[in-house]
């Protein structure tokens, strides 16, 4: 596996027009610290138990914004910037949700600024629903006006948990890895919100597939803004045998589903017991779930 720190840089750092926008970025984050997130800690996190069949699920909760028409991204659009009363409401009804479940991949959660009343949206989540384990990457800082982040949430102690910068023409994409079960055999989840533009998608499912070439379970979830056919023949990940959902798996807009967006993908070694997307519309798009199994055979090796 690549070493966390490690990112190849894509765009010449000598180009001006980049050099002017990180360094607005660097403004607008105020304190010009290195971009960290945080986590709760795993002393009292429960083991993992591999004998069990593991509930999964990813949702982008658009940082707690109830988004349930086109004409919302108009007038709700200042709640990306300024708190809202009825955003703890939301969230409630995201943790009521995602309590359900073993391993959540957050997408579009915001780390503790202005918008979010300066919570921490992925620890507000784990400590409503009853989750043990929570990881926040900090993807894009801009310091009092946007905390942009992924989140993890785990009922399971994982191995290891590593955060990676994405690659890409505008910085503040990232992936979460998280190990469980055996050093030598884990099942390896990798948690993701991949760009808009083809091109980008591209450099990044070349940068995961590299971190997950050596390991035998592995499972992708995320918003990857593409749907799965495109992902799985036209972009580094051709050669994976990863499973995906059927192709009618709808995530977006949640009020009239009509693009897969978000996908859990997984290794032919893991058993799939269910999937579905959630009818759940509380962001603009729907969250997706599934249950997966670990081989027979790994429970002798464990």
Avoid at 53 to 76: D, E, K, M
């Amino acid at each position: 596996m690549r070493g966390g720190a490690a990112l190849e840089v894509t765009v010449s750092e000598s180009n001006p027009m980049y050099r002017r926008f990180r360094k607005q970025l660097k403004g607008w984050g105020g304190s010009g610290e290195p971009r960290r997130g945080s986590c709760s800690g795993t002393d009292h996190v429960p083991v993992f138990e591999p004998e069990r069949h593991i509930r999964l699920l990813t949702f982008n909760i658009q940082v707690g914004i109830n988004t349930s028409s086109y004409r919302h991204y108009v007038t709700r659009s200042w709640q990306h910037f300024l708190p809202h009363r009825k955003r703890f409401e939301n969230l409630d009804r995201i943790a009521s949700l995602v309590g359900q479940y073993d391993v959540v991949a957050l997408q579009e959660c915001d780390g503790g600024s202005l918008r979010s009343g300066f919570i921490n949206q992925v620890q507000y989540l784990a400590e409503a629903s009853g989750i043990p384990y929570w990881h926040q990457q900090l993807n894009r800082n801009l310091g009092r006006l946007a905390q942009h982040s992924n989140g993890l949430l785990s009922r399971y102690r994982p191995l290891d948990v590593t955060e990676y910068r994405l690659p890409g023409l505008i910085p503040g994409r990232g992936a979460i890895v998280a190990r469980y079960g055996s050093e030598e055999d884990p099942l390896v989840l990798v948690m993701m919100h991949l760009s808009l533009s083809r091109a980008a998608q591209q450099k990044q499912l070349g940068y995961i597939s590299e971190l997950i070439a050596d390991y035998q379970h592995v499972v992708l979830m995320g918003d990857m803004n593409n749907h799965a056919d495109e992902l799985l023949t036209n972009t580094p990940l051709s050669d994976s045998g990863l499973i995906p959902l059927p192709d009618t798996a709808h995530s977006f807009p949640s009020w009239r589903p009509e693009r897969a967006l978000d996908h859990i993908l997984v290794s032919p070694s893991l058993e799939i017991r269910r999937s579905e997307v959630v009818s759940y519309p509380v962001s603009d798009h729907l969250p997706i779930a599934m249950d997966i199994a670990l081989p027979k055979g790994y429970l002798k090796k464990f």
